[in-house]
């Protein structure tokens, strides 16, 4: 069984994820600083090389005004 951060579902969730950030003009240094993370924190997540659990997918869902059920 492969990891589930390597999934096709995990993928999609993660494109979701950039969309969003696109759709309402953020970078993702902007995105950092609502979070109060470093940019290389949103990097790595888009990039596929950290995982998200959902409360981090609730934070973003509030950033980028999107119902949670978008990204699943």
């Known amino acids: 069984m492969t990891k589930s951060i390597y999934s096709k579902k ?4 993660i494109e979701k ?4 950030r696109f759709e309402i003009g953020l970078k993702q240094e902007d995105v950092a600083k ?5 940019q290389s924190y949103i990097s790595k ?3 596929g090389e950290r995982r998200i659990d959902i409360a981090e997918l ?5 950033i980028y005004k999107k119902n949670i059920n ?3």
Do not use: D, G
């Open 34 to 38: 609502k979070l109060k993370k470093p």
């Open 17 to 20: 994820l950039k969309q969003a």
């Open 70 to 72: 978008y990204f699943v």
């Open 10 to 13: 995990y993928k999609n969730t």
């Open 45 to 47: 997540i888009e990039r």
């Open 58 to 62: 609730q934070e973003f869902s509030r």
